[in-house]
Structure formats: structure tokens, C-alpha cells
């Protein structure tokens, strides 16, 4: 079935760096636009980054810019998030999901995976 | 950047009884590009409603959107005790996404 999975959350130190990653299966990963999402602990819904079918585009929320990169490998199915500077507000569970074409919308997300920033 | 804002942040309402909730943003966006999700505890959260009105597969007709411009609604008719959750509206423009803060749907 349709699914998104990510792994590579962890405990890190401020300053530090981490790299999350997102396995897709189910659908063709090419054909569509990824986002990551995060959400803090008690709050709400965080965009922090998508990437083109092609990885050729890629935007940030202003909150990770410059400090956060996302890439994909489509022939892996694969979207990742490096993640470098990181501080205490990066603190989150972070979602991958899949963006619809023409309604701009996420309709796959995957479990999410914590990211804990403390030392 | 547009800002949009969820109200009320809690509603507290009995099982059979409607929802109503309210999504506003600081300038006029494309319609296209409203969404609403439901997030329950530990979960991730699901797309409801995307265009504003369409329903996302599998969901429900007691879910409905409507709005336009500023001023977007999700319509819960009949509360089931599954619907007890968060709903979050979402807008894209400009390369960017945008989250409301959320309302709470709990049970009274």
C-alpha cells in the first residue's frame, strides 16, 4: 500500500547536526512533489521544506533556511532532510508527505520521527 | 505572508451534534489551495477536505468544506466519537504553506 516511513530521529546536542530520512512505497516517488513537516511537542503544524518531482526545486520555511537542506533519490524512493545548527526550537516530530498535484495539499504522510535537541 | 487563523480554538460539543469550524487568513487566497486535516493523539495527521470543498478519499460526507476568499468553514454534520480530535486548515501561495493553530474538537 501507499506509505511513507522515516527513520533517523535521535537525541542531539545544540549545534549539532542530524539527517532524517524517508522511505516511500506504493506509489511512483518520481512523479511527486515531498514535503517535510514538523510538529513541537503540544503544538501545532510546522511546513519546513519540499523538493520538486526532479529535485531541481527546493523551498524552505524562513525558521530552516540556510540551515536545513532536502534532496531526494528517486531511484531509491528516498527523501531526506539534513539538518545542521540545530537548537532547541528545532525540537519536533517531523513528518514526510506527499503533496497532490493541483490542490497543493499533503494527502500521504508518514509516522514522523522525534528529533530531540538538548544537552 | 498570509496568516490564518483558527477559531474557536476549543469546541466542546456531544456526540450527533454539528461542528463548526472556522478558518480565517489575512489576505484572499486561491481556493484551490485550501486544505483540512484531522489529527488525532499520536497520529499523523489525515487530509479531510483539499479545493476548499472536495473530500480526500475515504473520507466521510459528514465532513464538508466551504468558503471563499478569507473565510473558510469545516462542517462536521453529526459527530461521530471517532471525529473527537484536532483539525488544522492549510493554504499554499507564493511557495509556501501555511498551518492555522489548530481547534480542538472535544467531547462536552
Known amino acids: 500500500q501507499v506509505q511513507l516511513v522515516e527513520s533517523g530521529g535521535d537525541l542531539v546536542k545544540p549545534g549539532g547536526s542530524m539527517r532524517l530520512s524517508c522511505e516511500a512505497s506504493?506509489?511512483?516517488?518520481?512523479?511527486?512533489?515531498m514535503s517535510w513537516i514538523r510538529q513541537a511537542p503540544g503544538k501545532g503544524l510546522e511546513w519546513v521544506s519540499y523538493i520538486s518531482n526532479s529535485g531541481s526545486s527546493m523551498y524552505y520555511a524562513d525558521s530552516v533556511k540556510n540551515r536545513f537542506t532536502i534532496s531526494r533519490d528517486n531511484a531509491k524512493n528516498s527523501l531526506y532532510l539534513q539538518m545542521n545548527s540545530l537548537s532547541a526550537e528545532d525540537t519536533a516530530v517531523y513528518y514526510c508527505?506527499?503533496?497532490?498535484?493541483?490542490?497543493?495539499?499533503?494527502?500521504?504522510w508518514g509516522q514522523g520521527t522525534m528529533v530531540t535537541v538538548s544537552s | 505572508d498570509i496568516v490564518l487563523t483558527q477559531s474557536p480554538g476549543t469546541l466542546s460539543l456531544s456526540p450527533g451534534e454539528r461542528a463548526t469550524l472556522s478558518c480565517r487568513a489575512s489576505?484572499?487566497?486561491?481556493?484551490?489551495?485550501l486544505a483540512w486535516y484531522q489529527q488525532k493523539p499520536g497520529q499523523a495527521p489525515r487530509l479531510l477536505i483539499y479545493g476548499a470543498s472536495s473530500r480526500a478519499t475515504g473520507i466521510p460526507d459528514r465532513f464538508s468544506g466551504s468558503g471563499s476568499g478569507t473565510d473558510f468553514t469545516l462542517i462536521i454534520s453529526r459527530l461521530e466519537p471517532e471525529d473527537f480530535a484536532v483539525y488544522y486548515c492549510q493554504h499554499y501561495g507564493s511557495t509556501i504553506f501555511t498551518f492555522g493553530p489548530g481547534t480542538k474538537v472535544d467531547i462536552k
Open positions: 506504493g506509489f511512483t516517488f518520481s512523479d511527486y512533489y
Open positions: 508527505a506527499r503533496r497532490t498535484g493541483s490542490s497543493r495539499a499533503f494527502d500521504i
Open positions: 489576505q484572499s487566497v486561491t481556493n484551490s489551495y
